[in-house]
């Protein structure tokens, strides 16, 4: 139904609305998001002068925290010098230096760093490589995709295409024809009585039974987040992504390693493929982290071995023909640069190795809450999932009370990013002990607070 002329005539007059990501446009006009006036370190300030800790780290990326004099100096220096160049003729020193840096701390052979203006654009630009590769080798059939149910890889129509998280889709077109979707690796939602370990070889059964369905000629890539983040911080079995990339490798299909979350030290690496999971990916993407949020900023990463092949099949020209104005904008190059910087001086690496089992063991704390009913953990991020009633599930009861939560955390000193019914947790990397037990005890309070007034 469209808005008569008088429905029009009577709505409120709007000029210049905000359009937000995720913008529900029945509420236009009643927007009353907190305002952020000011940060420092892990903390936030609200314009009313109430100090946050930034439990979701922003949105999963200010890791080396707020407020960090030396990135904003170094972008300033370089605006200074040369604000902007073009990425299609031109070449210009820091983003050189920086695709230099990002190859020598990437896994294997991922050497040929692609930049972007941030995380959707790097799967978007993964998946167009996909396609490339695939007619440069004549086999333009070889292109449909495999991704997992809960799944998020961002708002661009490929991103969201392979993304699997069904609320997203219901009022949005998706490209047909392109993705299959397998079930996505949470432990919880096992069957009764299966064990964990029998459940991984049911999801890896699934994966080779899609192949097999679909025909691995046909299969261009299989793109995952070795943690699932938007999807509620899902920690999949142990050996999972490794198998996966060995069916892949079996029935030649490319690995995408969708690390926007998960590289820059969010796990305890730069990149988490290889050293937490084992695995040599043919495409990263990453973002968020790699600037902390300063700047807009992705990458993606592409191995020697696929430039390789490409290249042995002829030697004419074969432009990827895909890329952005800002692609290696020198102004974000340089906070990337200045954001690594930080990373080796601070040793945040190490940081985030050392007391990661101490985030664990102070999340895992809340378990003993009776609507707490699945912890789940890894690095410095974590899922807290709430279930009111866990023998009669309800999806939109326990999303109802994990916003209930977020409002009473905001109340107490805690910004929490609520993804369905979890409420999830990846603060600045920089985060102390006392901090971590800071966190935790609101979060505590805010789900007892929530849990008594529903
Ligand atoms: C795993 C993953 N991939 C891609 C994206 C999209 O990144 P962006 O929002 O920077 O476009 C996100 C965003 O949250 C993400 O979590």
Redesign the pocket.
Known sequence: MTASADDLKNAPVQNGQLVRPWQDVTSFGQDDATVLENSSGIYVRDSEGNDLIDGPGG??CVNVGHGRREIIEAVSKQLEELPYFSPWTMSAPMTTKLAERIASISPGDLNNIFFTT????A?DSALRFVFFYNNCLGRPEKKQIIARVNG????TYL?SSVSGKKSEKAHMDMAKGLTNFISSPKPKDRPKGMSVEDFCDTLIAELEAKIEEVGADKIGAFIA?PVM??GGVVVAPDGYFKRCYEVCKKHDILFIS?E??TSFGRLGHYFASEDVFGVVPDMI?T??GMTSGYLPM?ALLISDRLIADINATTNEYRAFTSGFTYSGHPASAACAMANIDIFERDGLLEHVREIAPYFAKAMNSLSDLPVVTDVRVLGLMAGVECELDADTPDEDRDCAFTAKVDVACQELGLLVRPIYNSCVMSPPLTITKEQIDEMVAILRAGIIQAAENT
């Open positions: 949105m999963w941030g995380g959707s654009t799967v998020y890889h961002g708002s991103s987040e983040g938007s969708d926007v979350v993407t973002a968020k992705g």
